[in-house]
């Protein structure tokens, strides 16, 4: 039993201390684009580059105008929105309607309204494809209907990937959090995050590591078309990331960068609006395999769980392994707490956060399956169109 102990307390601490330790190396090279350094317009052949902003919607009555509204006042000067009304049966389609009638609108602002899903498409992709088609931009940047952007987020991104040069730029957004459950759930999540997709490896060609978040996916119009488009994507539940996989598969250049809160968007309401919304996504992350899902469940719990209960439980010298990764798991939250409004002590709710999310991932599972499909904004997927849809 000692053995066992001890081999897992080593496998703990292997596990989070290269983990902060890469983080605390890599994250400061990760470029912030609010920073003085980038507040000009782009450096590029033939002036500042078109950009077409790509905003699909579906029953996004609460939020629609507040981000178009944004977008129509960015100060860069080269641009278009494509607001796409994704079959949506609240008021989207009014809303979207009424802001392109005002006159800031004009030849600034479309709208596309689709009423029927061709068959073989999830509905926020074909949306996405749908609006790139007929979008004039040198670059395409495509967000969500509730993010809102300061006025300068598009200039001083543009004004970054010229320079670099980059053909496809991540923005990570601020998180806006009202309730304890949700600093609690997103401090879980970015915490994650930083352990399972190591962002500052991104920018590098020889790793596999890549990034997508819906809320700004920026690609450079003939990159976008050189991986196929969202036809490529078009039936993929994890759009973002797996653009953003398909562009850095391909060789091209591929970048995050981090912006205060150039873009801001509050994900969900409280603890379980949050399980709400990833209960989407988890199951498509595992690639719709149970034996994976369970696998990973388990893996969450031995390694964000097992070194609570080792420094509690262990005896002596064994307990030092499982206090260094305690130690590691703080020391991230300690940088999470320098980027985000999510303050320090609630790292105390770790625990309580690791079972919420082993729940979320069971719950994703389950659900599908007893569904035989992911149920989306009202439309119906099914499992085994998914599984072939998959990147």
């Not at 102990?5 to 890469?22: D, E, N």
């Not at 078109?50 to 977008?71: F, K, Q, W, Y």
């Not at 305690?326 to 709710?349: E, T």
Request: proline share 5%; with cysteine.
């Amino acid at each position: 039993m000692t053995y066992v102990v001890w081999i897992a307390g080593l496998l703990l601490v292997w596990a989070w201390f290269s983990r902060v330790v890469g983080a605390a190396l890599g994250m400061p090279a990760i470029p912030n684009i609010a920073d003085a350094k980038w507040d000009h317009n782009p450096v590029a052949p033939g002036g500042n580059p078109r950009v077409s902003i790509i905003v699909p919607a579906r029953n996004e009555e609460a939020d629609v105008e507040a981000t178009l509204t944004r977008l129509l006042a960015l100060d860069y000067d080269n641009y278009e929105v494509i607001a796409v009304n994704d079959r949506s049966t609240d008021n989207t389609d009014e809303i979207m309607d009424r802001v392109a009638a005002r006159p800031e609108a004009r030849g600034r602002l479309q709208v596309i309204h689709i009423d029927a899903l061709p068959s073989g498409w999830l509905g926020k992709t074909h949306a996405m494809w749908a609006a790139a088609r007929q979008a004039t931009g040198d670059w395409l940047l495509f967000t969500d209907a509730d993010v809102l952007f300061k006025p300068d987020a598009v200039r001083r991104a543009l004004a970054y990937a010229e320079v670099e040069p980059a053909d496809y730029v991540v923005l990570f957004p601020r998180m806006i959090m009202r309730s304890p459950g949700e600093r609690m759930m997103i401090a879980f999540f970015q915490t994650l995050f930083v352990f399972g997709h190591r962002p500052w490896k991104v920018a590098d060609p020889e790793t596999d590591d890549h990034m997508g978040v819906g809320a700004f996916n920026l690609v450079r119009r003939k990159v976008y078309e050189e991986v196929g488009t969202y036809q490529a994507l078009r039936f993929e539940v994890l759009d973002d990331m797996k653009l953003g996989k398909v562009v850095k598969n391909a060789g091209h250049a591929q970048r995050n960068v981090f912006g205060d809160d150039l873009i801001s968007i509050h994900w969900a309401t409280g603890a379980m609006g949050i399980v709400r919304n990833l209960t989407k996504n988890f199951f498509a992350i595992m690639s719709f395999q149970w034996p994976r899902t369970i696998a990973s469940c388990v893996a969450l719990v031995f390694l964000n769980l097992v070194p609570f209960a080792g420094v509690l439980l262990a005896h002596g010298w064994a307990r030092v392994p499982y206090a260094i990764a305690v130690l590691s798991m703080f020391l991230i939250y300690v940088g999470m707490s320098q980027r985000s409004s999510v303050p320090l002590y609630y790292f105390l709710l770790h625990p309580i956060s690791t079972l919420l999310f082993g729940y979320t991932l069971l719950r994703s599972m389950c659900f599908t399956l007893w569904h035989g499909g992911v149920i989306w904004r009202g439309t119906k997927y099914p499992l085994e169109e998914l599984r072939r849809g998959l990147v």
